[in-house]
């Protein structure tokens, strides 16, 4: 195995509206303060590097393995990636920490959970009205899989924990791990 490069990917995955961006945002604003940080958004990533991409399979995991090789190529450098992506499929997750292990960078999944009553409830983007109205195809959660991680290393419920809660266990997990990271873990 390689040398450790101190970086480390950040990787929450879960359905639509179930916090990532929020919390990718969350996160990096308390490690930026005396870290590289990096956020590789879902959304973002697919408007610029995967536009061609749609939502079959094959798509998906084309997409997740374009995140998790830039994560990778950043953590090298001693970055701290986070990625914010559905990301649906269990094993291209796996597929992705077991290639940034073996090149000695830290992988920790985070399942991003709440129910899926919460989240139609909150239906940030107007997607699930659609969805359930058979509206778009291949949408997670209603139309398309999500295989919730079976060892994530941290879960956060945001259904039922503030934006703050969820934060803070997500930066505990990333202090146990990492030395170098000493965070306030208040507010
Ligand atoms: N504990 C929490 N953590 C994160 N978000 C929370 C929490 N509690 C409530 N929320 C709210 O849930 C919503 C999450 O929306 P967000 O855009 O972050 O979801 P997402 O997982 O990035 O969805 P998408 O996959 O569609 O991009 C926000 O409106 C946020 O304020
Ligand atoms: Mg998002």
Aim: glycine share 8%.
């Amino acid at each position: 195995m390689r040398r450790a490069s101190g970086g480390i990917i950040v990787w929450l995955t879960g359905l639509s509206g179930a916090g990532k961006s929020t919390l990718a945002a969350a996160v990096r604003d308390v490690l930026a303060q005396d870290h590289a940080v990096e956020v590789l958004d879902g959304d973002e990533i697919r408007a610029h590097l995967s536009r061609e991409l749609g939502f079959s399979r094959q798509d998906r995991e084309t997409n997740v393995r374009r995140i998790g090789f830039i994560a990778r190529l950043l953590a090298r450098h001693g970055v701290i990636v986070i990625a914010a992506a559905i990301s649906p499929y269990a094993s291209t997750r796996d597929e992705v920490r077991a290639i940034a292990r073996a090149e000695g960078t830290e992988f920790v999944e985070v399942f991003v959970s709440a129910a899926l009553s919460t989240l139609i409830d909150r239906d940030v983007k107007g997607l699930y009205r659609r969805a359930l109205a058979g509206q778009v195809k291949h949408f997670t959660g209603i139309s398309d899989p999500y295989e919730p991680p079976l060892g994530p290393e941290v879960t956060v419920c945001t259904d039922h924990e503030s934006i703050q809660e969820s934060t803070a266990k997500i930066l505990k997990a990333l202090a146990d791990r990492r030395v170098a990271i000493s965070v306030e873990l208040t507010g």
